[in-house]
């Protein structure tokens, strides 16, 4: 019976005298290590059949099964190969125990499988999930590297960014070189060098390239041309064309480390905007096919990011000449003081529908205007320039309160305009040469004037807020915008401003408001000009454009037949660039009223 266990269980079994010298063996053992019966009894079961993973001898001092004579205690495992028959190694999951007789074990039970089929399927396992490990590294790296590409729509600052984000996952050193405007005809500009530990360096690389050539077989201008990665090892290298093109890209090596990489093209449909080399040094393995086709889906992100911002660029650079060549002198009016800024959104280098205005009436009256029309596009600015021109030919001959042309102004807006919604202030100046003033207005939803003495006392103009431009008339609302009026004491200045100077995510609109009524009241005693220029440094709007009108009262009876002249500026607004962002807009006395001659 027990013979019959022994032969008929479904295992391997090897039984061992103390010497380790196979003393019976049934046929599942046999025919696991593909030896028969006669080659395994009496030999020595560590020397014939134990081996390491790579076929060599184990040393019997590490033989486990062995140690079981030393222990007496049962042990078992599942990293040791048998050597078959035929030669071929054979993985093993084993148990071993000790039968005792007396005082000592004096032989041992080996119990085995095959475990080829569990190891390959282990394997197999562990190469799926290290697959996997690979797969979703290279999809974060590729997720981090799109949303770093929408962080901000400063071109040279985000492939600055990108080379560091590549850095050390994807290689030892990474450069970026830019074709202006996806020309192939224009001059490349290594605008991105990254390599740890040596800023000097890279810096040093940055700048001009070479003319890219066609004909050349310099890796970069291959990679261009074809827009298809090229691989560069040792080989590559040392046999690179002496092109200037090839020479300068060859310095990278020399300076930033040898070894090998690959030079990826930045392109997407409508054109080639430049090329992203990322290379190993030293003996680092090369560059992989799934590598390859991770940096290459990399680089092309970054090619329609760094597209996507040259045409944002140019739009804003359309919209911002617009806005320029819109925004007028300011009138010339005996001792009146104007002064005037706009300044475009600097964070998201966009341009919208501020727009500020001041001009003679037909009356001789002096009128003031700020704006915003909704939107922050080449369009907003187009919709601005419409909307300025509408209230300009209404209020030009129309001796009507404010709230009547405004109340015009939303008609014609609905009836004959696509212009959207807008805020605006519209005032009137009224009084004689010297005094006294009066400010007669009407606001649109738009934040009110604020007025400041000369003796440094600030207090915003709240009265005349009626809907917004855009809505009355189109909703059929039947609101009213009730005229307000306000005595302006002589030297006194009037502020009036767009929401970008006050509204900002990080804070409320009433600490905006705060803050400029107290820097304002700080600097009033500054020229007009350096008033506006405190006043936006303080504030610093960046979140929206931003435009700003003051005017500035002489003091009582200035400007009247027995008052006297004011000092002359020493520049003429005609001859100032009006609109710039961050340009001065002045309006400077040009007559004499002193003087009856």
Known sequence: MLRAVFDSVGAGMLVIDSHGRITASNPYAQQIVGRSREQLLGADVHDLLHRDADGNEVSRRGCPVLGVFDSGRPAEGSEEFYLGGDGSLVPIIWAATPLQHGEGPESVVI??????KHRDASEQTAAHLATLEELTAQLSMVAEVSVLLISSPQTGEVLDKLVRLLVPDLGDWAVIDLLPEGNTEKEM???AVHSPGDHGTAESLKGPLPPLSRTSRAALARAVYSSRPVLVDAGTQAGAPDDPLALAHRQLFE????GCAVVVPMYTRRGIFGALTVARTGRRAAYTDAEVLVLSDIARRAALVIKNNWLFEQQRDMAETLQRQLLTPLPQVDHLRFAARYEPAKQTSEVGGDWYDAFLLADGVTCMVIGDVVGHDLQAAAHMAEVRNMLRALAWDRQEPPSTIMRRLDEVMTNTSDAPMAT????RLDGPDGGPWHLHWVNAGHP???LVTAEGRARYLPGGHGPLLGTNAALHLGLEWPDAREELPARSTVLFYTDGLVESRGQHLDTGLEQLR???ADLVGLDLEELLDGL???MGPSGDDVALLALRLPAAGQGADHGTAPPQHAHS???TDRGAPGSRVEGTPVRDTSDPA
């Open 111 to 116: 119990v085995f499988h095959n475990f080829k």
């Open 189 to 191: 500009r290594r605008v």
């Open 255 to 258: 300076h930033l480390g040898e």
């Open 424 to 427: 605006a202030v519209f005032a």
């Open 448 to 450: 009110p004037p604020l």
């Open 518 to 520: 107290h820097h304002a």
């Open 536 to 538: 936006l440094a303080r």
């Open 573 to 575: 607004p005609a001859t």
